[in-house]
C-alpha cells in the first residue's frame, strides 16, 4: 500500500514528526534548500527588467533531489512541511517544482504548524493548502535584492580595495551602525562633572539615609553635555560643573540648616512583560544567560524540532522562534492561567487574560515564542535537557506563565529635602519596596547580574534604582542633622560598543531585518572579518571600517538605515499581496543603477593610496607615507623605488658621456649609486645627487671596471599601522575569555576534530541518528602579529637581523631584508642526503604533514616520510637509519629493511625499487610519545561553513 511522503527541511524535524504520523507516512528531510541562484553568474533577468532568477538545484543536493523524486513517485500524495515563514514557503515551492513531474498528477500540499506536537501536527494534516506565492515572491525578492547588490557591488572593491571582499544589502547597514558607533568613541570628548551626596539622620530617629544635590534656589542643578543628532542640547541631571562650584557649594552646605521640605508616598505598579518575540529572546539570552545570538538559535531550533521526554517521546517543547509577533492562542492562555490559578495561588491570576499590543510594523504571522504545553515545567523535565536547553528553555517559560499573572507592586516614597545657607539647596532621596512579588515571583528581575552578562546584554550601572531601599520615618518639616557630605569628580563614558543583544535591539528599533535574518546578519559581519569581537563588543576591524566608509559615500541612498526599514516595509507589502515584487525591484535597481554607475567612475582606489604622514622612516630619515597592502594600512618609507638598476658600457660612457648621462637620468632619479664591477665584484661605488657628480662618479668607474651599474636609491623600510587595527595586544584582547563554539544548526558545542587537512570543528552529532553534519574549517583571516627579532644575524646576508614570522603552516625564521636576502632558517637534519651528499631538512605539506627532503631540491628529488637518524646500520653499514612510529613503539630501522619500512603505493607505470643489499635491522628504542593535545582555536578568527 502506497504512503504519503512528508518533506520537512531538518532531519531532527523528519524524526520527531514521523513518530507523530505513523506508519501511513514517509517522513523525509531535504536538508535545507535544494534550490539557488547560480554562484558563477548573477542569475537575475536585467535586460528587459523581469528580474526572473535562474534557479538550479544546489551543489551536492542532487542526490537528496533524486531520492525526493524516487519517494513521490510512489507515493499517493505528498505534503511540504518546512518551517511557517518566507523561506520554508521558499524551499517548499522549490520542492514542488522539482518532485511535481514524477509525482505525476497527485496532490502536492502544503502544511504548516506553529509548533511540532501530536496536535498540532495532525491538525496541519487536516488543513492542507496550496502554496502561498505571495510569500514566495517574498522571499524571491529578498534574495533577489542582495544578489544584486552582492554580485554588482563586491567587484568594485575587489578592483578599488582587495579580492575577496563582498559587499551585503542589511549587512552592510549593520556594519554603518558599529563604524559609526567606534567613530563616536574615538571623537568623544568627556565631560567632566560633580556630585554631591549628603547622609543625613532625623533629629529623633537613628536611621541614616542618603540623599543627591539635585538644584539650587529651585533652579536643576545640571551641567550641559553637548547636542544630541538632532541638534537639541544636552545637559547631565543632579550635577555641579567644577570643582570650584563644588567646594563653594561643601563650603555652604556645612553651615546649613537641614529640614524635610516634602513628602510623597505612591504605590508603584510593574506590570507583566510580554512573551518573547526573537529579538526579545535573544537579549535576555545575553542579558541572563550569557548566550550570543548564534547559540540561542541553536538551541531553540533543537527546543522547537523536539526534545524525547520519557514515556511521552518526542515532544517539540516550544513554538516556532522566529517571530516578531506577541500574540497567544487562546488555549494557550487559558492553560497558563489555568496552571497559575492551581500551582501559585489565585491572588496571582488576574481577572481578565493579559493582552499585548506588538509593534505596528510586525508581521504578526506567527505567535510569540511560548512552550508547547505549559505542564512540562523546567524542573519536571531537566534530566532529558542539555544544560544550555535547560537554560534557555526555563527562561522561555517562566517568561510565558509571567505574562498572564498579576503586576508587581512597590510602596514608592520621594523625600524632597531642603538645605537654606546663604541659598536653599535641594536634596532628593527615593525608596522603594516590595509590597506584591506578583510575575516577579516566576520571572524575577535578577538582582546581581553577573558583569559578563550585563557586558552581553549591554545593560549600564543605574543609579536610579532604589529598589527595596528601605527609609526611616518622615514627615514635612522635620529637622534633619547632616552626618557627613560626600563630593565625587566624574567624567561621562563615550557610548557604549554595540554587543550582539544591543545590535539586535538597534536594528529591530530601525525597523532593519526580521526576526529570521538577525542572526545570519551579526554572524556574516564577523564571517568576513568586518567585526572582531572583543570581550562580547563588536569591534570593526580597519578593511571594515574602509569598506564602510567607500559604500556610504558611494551608495549613499542605498545604505541609507530609512532605506533600507523601507524596503523590508514593501516586502511585508508583497507578501501580504499588497504590491507586485517585480515593482519593488524595479524601484530599487533605478535607484542603484544610477548609484552603481557613479560609483565605478569617482570610488577612490585604496590599493593605490599614497598618504603623507607625520611619522619618520627609522632607516634613513625620510618621511613615510600610508599605503594599503594585502593585510590593510602599513607605512612606507617615501624613498621607495621600484625602479631597477641599469647597465651602462664602459665604452658608451668614455665615448660620449652627456648621452649617457641623459640615457641614466630620463629612466631614473636622484639620488643614485654609480658602481663599477669587475668579474661580478664591486671595484667602486659613489652615491650621486646630481648631473656633475654623475659625470665625475662616470669617469672615475669607467676608468677602474669593465661594466657600469647605476641602481637608485630605495629604502625598503615599512611598519604595520597599528592605529588602525583592533588592538591585539590591548588587555580586553588579551584578558577576553575564549568563548566556546557552538553549532549553528542545533546549539550543541561543537567539538575539535583532526581531519586530512587539518584540525575543524565538528558538531557532536555528525554521525548521530538523525546527523547534523555542521563543520568550521579554520581558516584564519585575522591581523598578524608584527615579526618578532630573534637576536641572530642572518648567516647569508650578514647585515639583516633574523626574525619569527607567522606563515600559512605556523610559525618560521627568516630574514628581515626579504625581499632583497630570500634567506629561510630550516630544521636541518645531522645527516647528508644520501642521493646527492647535501642537507637534509624537516619540511610540511599542504596537509600540514612532516617529511623530510634535500635542501638542494630540484636538482636533488630525495624525499622520505621517515626522519633519519645518523648510521650506520649495523648490519649493512647504510650511512642512515629511519625513525618509524608503530603502536607498539618507536623503532629504529634499515632503510634497506623493505619488510620493515611502511608499504607505499607505487605510482602508475612506476616499478618498486629494490635496495641492492637486503637488511634485516631493526630495534626498539621507546614507547610512542602521547599525541599532541589540539590547540582550540579562538571561534572569532574562523570562517563557518555550514555542510548538508
Not at 516586502?571 to 507586485?580: Q, T
Not at 634499515?894 to 637488511?919: D, H, I, M, Q, S
Amino acid at each position: 500500500m502506497a504512503k504519503s511522503l512528508v518533506i520537512v527541511e531538518s532531519p531532527a524535524k523528519a524524526k520527531t514528526i514521523g513518530k507523530y504520523l505513523g506508519n501511513d507516512y514517509t517522513v523525509e528531510a531535504s536538508i535545507g534548500h535544494i534550490m539557488d541562484l547560480p554562484k558563477n553568474d548573477i542569475g537575475v533577468e536585467l535586460k528587459k527588467r523581469t528580474f526572473e532568477p535562474t534557479l538550479i538545484v544546489s551543489p551536492g543536493k542532487e542526490k537528496v533531489v533524486d531520492r525526493l523524486k524516487k519517494l513521490a513517485s510512489k507515493a499517493d500524495a505528498v505534503y511540504l512541511a518546512p518551517d511557517p515563514d518566507r523561506e520554508g514557503e521558499a524551499i517548499a515551492a522549490h520542492l514542488k517544482m522539482q518532485i511535481s513531474p514524477a509525482a505525476r498528477g497527485k496532490r502536492v500540499q502544503r502544511v504548516t504548524f506553529n509548533e511540532i506536537t501530536p496536535k498540532a501536527v495532525k491538525a496541519a494534516f487536516q488543513h492542507a493548502r496550496d502554496i502561498d506565492e505571495h510569500l514566495v515572491d517574498a522571499q524571491t525578492t529578498r534574495r533577489v535584492l542582495d544578489r544584486l547588490v552582492g554580485y554588482q557591488i563586491s567587484p568594485l572593491l575587489w578592483d578599488k580595495v582587495k579580492r575577496g571582499l563582498s559587499a551585503g544589502r542589511v549587512q552592510t547597514v549593520a556594519l554603518r551602525l558599529i563604524v559609526e558607533r567606534e567613530r563616536e568613541i574615538n571623537a568623544f570628548q568627556p565631560v567632566e562633572y560633580w556630585t554631591i551626596d549628603a547622609e543625613l539622620m532625623p533629629k529623633a530617629g537613628k536611621q541614616s539615609f542618603i540623599a543627591r544635590l539635585v538644584g539650587i534656589d529651585g533652579e536643576p542643578a545640571r551641567v550641559a553635555n553637548g547636542k544630541d543628532k538632532e541638534g537639541k542640547a544636552q545637559f547631565l541631571s543632579n550635577a555641579l560643573p567644577d570643582q570650584k562650584i563644588t567646594d563653594a557649594t561643601i563650603a555652604a552646605l556645612n553651615k546649613a540648616t537641614w529640614s524635610v521640605r516634602a513628602v510623597e508616598k505612591k504605590e508603584r505598579r510593574r506590570n507583566a512583560p510580554a512573551p518573547f518575540t526573537t529579538s526579545k529572546l535573544q537579549q535576555d539570552a545575553a542579558g541572563r544567560l550569557g548566550f550570543n545570538v548564534r547559540r540561542t538559535m541553536g538551541v531553540a531550533q533543537r527546543l522547537y524540532e523536539g526534545i524525547d521526554v520519557g514515556s511521552d517521546g518526542t515532544v517539540g517543547l516550544i513554538t516556532y522562534m522566529r517571530t516578531d509577533s506577541v500574540r497567544v492562542s487562546p488555549d494557550a492562555i487559558t492553560e497558563a492561567r489555568d496552571y497559575i490559578g492551581k500551582k501559585l495561588g489565585t491572588q496571582y491570576l488576574p481577572s481578565s487574560p493579559n493582552q499585548f499590543k506588538g509593534k505596528k510594523d510586525a508581521q504578526d504571522a506567527h505567535e510569540a515564542i511560548r512552550p508547547t504545553h505549559v505542564e512540562y515545567t523546567p524542573d519536571s523535565i531537566r534530566k532529558y535537557l542539555t544544560d544550555e536547553q535547560y537554560r534557555l528553555y526555563k527562561l522561555i517559560w517562566n517568561r510565558f506563565v509571567a505574562s498572564q499573572m498579576m503586576p508587581a507592586v512597590f510602596d514608592q516614597t520621594t523625600v524632597d529635602i531642603a538645605a537654606k545657607s546663604d541659598k536653599t539647596y535641594d536634596f532628593r532621596v527615593s525608596g522603594s519596596v516590595l509590597k506584591f512579588d506578583g510575575f516577579l515571583k516566576v520571572y524575577e528581575a535578577p538582582q546581581a547580574v553577573t558583569k559578563k552578562a550585563q557586558d552581553e546584554a549591554g545593560k549600564q550601572d543605574d543609579d536610579s534604582d532604589d529598589t527595596d531601599t528601605r527609609l526611616p520615618a518622615l514627615n514635612q518639616g522635620d529637622g534633619l542633622n547632616l552626618n557627613k557630605l560626600d563630593p565625587q569628580q566624574k567624567f561621562t563614558d563615550p557610548p557604549p560598543r554595540f554587543n550582539e543583544a544591543s545590535l539586535v535591539k538597534t536594528l529591530e528599533e530601525l525597523g532593519i531585518g526580521r526576526p529570521s535574518t538577525y542572526a545570519s546578519i551579526i554572524n556574516t559581519i564577523q564571517e568576513r572579518d568586518y567585526v572582531k569581537k572583543l570581550k562580547a563588543k563588536l569591534v570593526p576591524t580597519e578593511i571594515g571600517m574602509v569598506v564602510t566608509e567607500l559604500l556610504v559615500k558611494n551608495f549613499p541612498y542605498i545604505f541609507k538605515y530609512d532605506y533600507t526599514a523601507q524596503l523590508e516595509t514593501e516586502l511585508d507589502d508583497v507578501e501580504d499581496g499588497k504590491e507586485k515584487w517585480t515593482d519593488l525591484l524595479k524601484g530599487f535597481y533605478d535607484h542603484f543603477e544610477q548609484e552603481l554607475t557613479v560609483a565605478e567612475k569617482n570610488m577612490e582606489e585604496i590599493k593605490r593610496w599614497e598618504k603623507p604622514t607625520t611619522e619618520v622612516c627609522e632607516k634613513c630619515g625620510s618621511p613615510l607615507i600610508l599605503k594599503w597592502g594585502k593585510f590593510g594600512s602599513f607605512f612606507s618609507c617615501s624613498n621607495f623605488s621600484k625602479a631597477k638598476p641599469m647597465s651602462i658600457a664602459v665604452s658608451s660612457v668614455k665615448k660620449d658621456p652627456k648621452a649617457a648621462i641623459k640615457k641614466i637620468t630620463a629612466k631614473l632619479g636622484y639620488p643614485l649609486t654609480v658602481k663599477g664591477m669587475v668579474d661580478d665584484a664591486e671595484a667602486f661605488a659613489e652615491e650621486v645627487e646630481d648631473n656633475a657628480q654623475l659625470r665625475d662618479a662616470l669617469a672615475q668607474a669607467s676608468d677602474r671596471a669593465k661594466k657600469i651599474v647605476i641602481e637608485p636609491f630605495s629604502c625598503d623600510f615599512t611598519k604595520e599601522n597599528f592605529a588602525d587595527k583592533p588592538d591585539l595586544a590591548s588587555p580586553d584582547a588579551q584578558d577576553a575569555e575564549q568563548e566556546e563554539e557552538y553549532c549553528d544548526n542545533c546549539g550543541k558545542q561543537m567539538v575539535l576534530k583532526n581531519g586530512p587537512f587539518g584540525p575543524f570543528m565538528s558538531c557532536p552529532d555528525y554521525s548521530a541518528d538523525p546527523p547534523c553534519k555542521t563543520i568550521r574549517k579554520l581558516n584564519q583571516k585575522v591581523q598578524q602579529k608584527p615579526p618578532e627579532p630573534t637576536g641572530e644575524i642572518c648567516p647569508e646576508c650578514g647585515k639583516n637581523e633574523l626574525v619569527k614570522r607567522q606563515g600559512p603552516y605556523g610559525e618560521f625564521v627568516s630574514c628581515s631584508g626579504y625581499p632583497k636576502c630570500k634567506y629561510v632558517k630550516q630544521n636541518l637534519l645531522d645527516v647528508p642526503c644520501p642521493k646527492c651528499g647535501g642537507k637534509i631538512a624537516e619540511r610540511r605539506t599542504r596537509r600540514n604533514t612532516t617529511f623530510y627532503g634535500c635542501t638542494n631540491y630540484p636538482k636533488c628529488d630525495f624525499t622520505s616520510n621517515q626522519k633519519l637518524v645518523p648510521g650506520p646500520c649495523p648490519k649493512c653499514k647504510s650511512s642512515y637509519l629511519l625513525e618509524i612510529e608503530r603502536k607498539d613503539g618507536v623503532y629504529l630501522v634499515c632503510p634497506n629493511n623493505v619488510e620493515a619500512l611502511p608499504k607505499r603505493k607505487a605510482k602508475a607505470g612506476e616499478e618498486a625499487a629494490k635496495p641492492a643489499t637486503e637488511c634485516h635491522f631493526e630495534k626498539r628504542i621507546g614507547d610512542v610519545p602521547a599525541p599532541k593535545e589540539l590547540e582550540r582555536p579562538d571561534p572569532e578568527k574562523t570562517r563557518p561553513l555550514v555542510e548538508a
